[in-house]
């Protein structure tokens, strides 16, 4: 958010704005299926602002497959929530989650040409840790900053600037488990379908775009969608949302970006969780396998409070706060207490985890604090 990619509630608001003066949703319906979605959920939330875009992608994802089906269909083929609810307009559900999508996938490309700050604190802080570690980094973003700030990182693609489309290198990937890499676990604005398709490629394989500007008419898939074992289907997008992300994964490349996740995390030396709000259960059933480990991997968790940790988060624990504790194992806080190294950094008392709290940006302005931390805390290689 820093690099001006959009928040949650301003992409929401982008997509609701979208939808509503788009012509095709008017005419299929999708604008209308939109605002029951929201009306309703506003309701059942109780707070008008806690509807997000991808609660409401989630609920019209879900409802679109509630489809007739014929008297001798197949058990395995009949949608399952379909005998429980009277569906809205399935087209128009439809119609509703490819433009949540394309939307999505354009205001986030426009955003990696708009960031009004510097990539060169980023490219520094990777440089450092490239130094002395193979570094994997695996993000939920779907912009390129990172790539900006590293180019040469490995993606799972040839690393060229080809003018066409590039399939994922299926051998490659897992021969590479020493290089330098950024993978986009939820998809990116450089991922889209191409059509026609590239010889010996696969109906609804992902590929990688150099130019942004090319992806981006390539980024809707409009063919199969994958089955699921409930009996209903998963729309194949580009870029990855809504609230059950698990099962979107199984699409290459973020099947092998997943696998890769589990066996980095359990053989890392540290972990860096930069600017998580804990929300994705699947990352955090890895993240907590890590730290289950004995001696435990250390952790870093960067990420901003409205002052020090310790005093932010004495008499209120959120869920991202209550997630930390739990899930990742960073006893900083509670009954367990924590020690406050200089301003912004909480170190854990068994020493194996530590929280900054003043941002990335700041963070990545203060090295020589980071240095400080990690010379203090255990089993750090």
Request: net charge negative; charged share 25%.
């Amino acid at each position: 958010m820093e690099y001006k990619a959009p928040s949650t509630a301003a992409i929401t608001a982008e997509i609701e704005a979208q939808v509503i003066a788009d012509g095709w949703m008017k005419a299929c319906g999708g604008d209308t299926a939109y605002q029951i979605i929201k009306d309703r959920l506003q309701v059942y939330l109780r707070r008008p602002d806690d509807a997000n875009f991808e609660q409401i992608y989630h609920c019209a994802h879900e409802l679109s497959y509630p489809f007739p089906l014929t008297e001798g269909a197949m058990n395995e083929f009949r949608p399952l929530l379909t005998a429980l609810i009277e569906p809205l307009d399935p087209r128009a559900l439809r119609a509703l989650c490819g433009k949540i999508t394309d939307v999505i996938y354009s205001r986030f490309s426009a955003a990696c040409d708009d960031n009004p700050l510097s990539l060169t604190p980023l490219a520094a802080f990777i440089e450092k840790v490239r130094r002395t570690h193979v570094t994997r980094i695996y993000t939920t973003n779907y912009d390129d900053f990172i790539l900006q700030a590293a180019p040469d990182l490995y993606t799972g693609f040839a690393n060229v600037p080809a003018a066409g489309p590039q399939q994922f290198e299926l051998r490659e990937f897992w021969e590479r488990r020493d290089d330098g890499s950024v993978f986009y676990l939820h998809g990116s604005v450089h991922l889209g379908f191409p059509h026609p398709m590239p010889e010996g490629s696969e109906i609804g394989d992902l590929h990688w775009f150099h130019a942004r500007d090319e992806a981006r008419k390539h980024a809707r898939f409009d063919g199969s969608d994958v089955s699921r074992m409930d009996g209903a289907q998963i729309m194949r997008t580009s870029v990855v949302t809504g609230l059950d992300k698990l099962s979107r994964l199984q699409q290459r490349p973020m099947s092998h970006y997943y696998a890769a996740l589990a066996a980095d995390l359990m053989q890392a030396d540290i972990i860096y969780v930069i600017g998580s709000g804990l929300t994705d259960l699947h990352l955090n059933s890895w993240l907590r396998e890590a730290r289950s480990l004995s001696p435990a991997v250390p952790l870093l968790f960067i990420d901003y409070w409205n002052g020090h940790f310790l005093e932010a988060t004495a008499f209120d624990a959120q869920r991202k706060e209550i997630l930390l504790f739990h899930e990742l194992r960073v006893y900083a806080k509670g009954p367990f207490g924590g020690v406050r190294v200089g301003d912004h950094w909480t170190l854990s008392p068994d020493g194996t985890s530590a929280i900054w709290d003043n941002g990335f940006q700041h963070f990545l302005a203060a090295q020589d604090e980071l240095d400080e931390i990690l010379s203090r805390m255990k089993s750090v290689a």
